[in-house]
């Protein structure tokens, strides 16, 4: 298997995208970083929804673009970056986000494309595109962050 493997989904609905974000945190490591990239309303932040389900956390998850970092759970358990409003790479820089990469919390990262150079090369590359009213095609590309066997675990979890 190629450590580049991608692999395309389509959802039918928000509730489809929210499963499949919960299925992908299923399967990732302590310390995963997801790089997520769609314009507006393309679902990155329900596929973000579905993710913080599988770490336990049970109130409504919002785009934190306001406050930039959202940190859920004990420890926490997963950390979610909103870089919608930074302007340039020096505003990424300054938020400190080599200490929200951690090896304990995964890492969801919204508009990560505001970030470039500055992400780790190991991740997985998650790109959002609206096609219909609700219906997104989902991309995923592991860089080396997935076990084998990823993509038929989130094909299921749609089915």
């Known amino acids: 298997m190629s450590a580049l493997e991608s ?34 309303a393309s679902g990155k932040t329900c596929l973000v929804r579905g993710a913080a ?46 200490e929200l990469f951690s090896e304990s919390a995964p890492c969801f990262v919204e508009w990560a494309e505001r970030a470039a150079g500055l992400m780790p090369s190991t991740r997985i590359a998650v790109n959002l595109e609206v096609v219909g009213d609700n219906t997104r095609r989902i991309s995923i590309e592991n860089g080396g962050v997935l076990p084998p066997g990823w993509p038929d675990a989130l094909e299921k979890a749609l089915c």
Do not use: C, K
């Open 7 to 40: 692999r395309a989904f389509t959802t039918q609905s928000p509730a489809d995208t929210e499963r499949l974000g919960e299925a992908l945190a299923a399967l990732l490591p302590p310390g995963a970083v997801v790089a997520l990239i769609g314009d507006l």
């Open 53 to 98: 389900r599988r770490f336990g956390v049970e109130r409504d998850v919002h785009s934190p673009t306001f406050t930039l970092v959202n940190q859920y759970g004990p420890g926490p358990a997963m950390v979610h970056l909103d870089l919608y409003r930074l302007e340039n790479v020096e505003e990424v820089l300054d938020l400190g986000y080599e």
